[in-house]
Structures are given as structure tokens and as C-alpha cells.
């Protein structure tokens, strides 16, 4: 079985269960790039995949979402559950409170996040069945500052990442440890069903 799909920008190809996988997200960026795009004035940007197709009822997951400086937010997200070839998108909209958005800044400016700004993401090439990725981007100053983590599981002892990029592995998965409350927060947002083609500016692009 064949299975076509774009995921987060790229076209990737399922062929049984197995995936050759690339980095999705450019993992050699800088941490801090001048002349920041700040669209709609900008807090951040979450990018995210996760797919297991290690049996034939696998399941794929993408997700977007921007955050305004003001709380607005917009969140587009896409699922293919195997065999199906056809992936679900769904987008949502809506603002986050007060107390919301002042906790998520206080915590986009914690050490533990600031210190992952400076830390440039494994990229590798492997094939994998099983993998997590997060790419979180930060709107201040003018600049976008990066951070994120990409985890993958081979399909032997061998193949591992954890064996074949120990120090890179214990990164990947101490960056993960830091941004996941802020990604379980940005996940947990609950907003109003939008048509595609009635979305706002507050789009993925």
C-alpha cells in the first residue's frame, strides 16, 4: 500500500508501514534570524507532527497554530488514520483569557526555554515508523527565535536514536521535557469551527 501526504510543508510517502524519514523542519536554523516576519503581530508559532505507522491502522497527526500578541489564536490541524489515504483537517478560532496568555508569556521567557534558543535540533536521515516532532517559533523584538526537538524510533536496537546519537538523543528528549507544558497548553486551546476559506489573517502561512 501506497499512502501520499503532505505533512507540514512536505510531501512524504507511506509505503507498507515504513517511512523514510527527513527532518521536517530546518533543524540547522539559527536560533535568533533578523527582520522577523510579525504578521499580524505575532507571539508564536507551534508546528507539530507525530506519526506511528508501525501496523497497518497507523495514524498520522500534523498540527499548526499561531498565537497573536493580543491572545488570539488559530489552529489548523490534520489526521490520517491508515489505510485511508484521505487526511481530516480541521481549523479553529478564538482568543485565550487574560490569565492564559500572561501565564504562556511567563513561560516563553523562562530560562529553560531561553536556553534552548542557542541549541540546534538532530537532523538525521532514517527510516523510521514512529516519530515526534516540534518546531516552536518566538515573535520579540523584531526577531523569530527557534526551538523544538524531533524524537524518532528505529525498527531495530541498532537503529535507534538513542544508539546512534547518544548525546544528540539525551538533547532531543531534554528539550522535549522543556516545552512540553508549554505545548500541552497551546494543544488544550479551545476555539470555534471555521470553514476553510473563512479563516482570518491569523493563518499558518
Not at 499580524?40 to 498565537?67: A, Y
Not at 520579540?140 to 524524537?151: C, L, P, S
Request: net charge neutral; proline share 3%; with cysteine.
Amino acid at each position: 500500500m501506497r499512502v501520499s501526504r503532505n505533512i507540514l510543508g512536505c510531501t512524504c510517502n507511506f509505503i507498507g508501514v515504513r517511512i523514510l524519514f527527513i527532518a521536517l523542519f530546518p533543524a540547522l536554523l539559527p536560533a535568533i534570524s533578523t527582520a522577523a516576519e510579525d504578521e499580524g503581530g505575532r507571539l508564536l508559532l507551534l508546528k507539530e507532527l507525530r506519526l506511528d505507522i508501525s501496523s497497518p491502522l497507523g495514524i498520522t497527526q500534523t498540527g499548526c497554530v499561531v498565537v497573536t500578541r493580543q491572545g488570539d489564536f488559530h489552529i489548523e490541524r490534520r489526521v490520517q488514520k491508515l489505510p485511508s489515504q484521505v487526511a481530516t483537517k480541521t481549523i479553529d478560532e478564538g482568543s485565550m483569557t487574560g490569565e492564559q496568555l500572561a501565564s504562556l508569556k511567563r513561560s516563553l521567557d523562562a530560562a529553560e526555554i531561553r536556553a534552548l534558543m542557542g541549541r540546534q535540533t538532530l537532523r538525521t536521515s532514517t527510516e523510521s515508523d514512529r516519530l515526534e516532532q516540534v518546531d516552536l517559533q518566538i515573535y520579540q523584538d523584531g526577531r523569530v527565535q527557534h526551538a523544538g526537538y524531533v524524537i524518532w524510533h528505529g525498527d531495530s536496537p541498532q537503529s535507534q536514536m538513542d544508539a546512534l546519537y547518544p548525546q544528540q538523543a539525551r538533547e532531543e528528549r531534554a528539550s522535549k521535557a522543556a516545552l512540553d507544558p508549554i505545548v500541552l497548553v497551546i494543544d488544550g486551546l479551545k476555539g470555534k469551527s471555521i470553514a476553510q476559506g473563512e479563516t482570518s489573517q491569523r493563518d499558518c502561512q
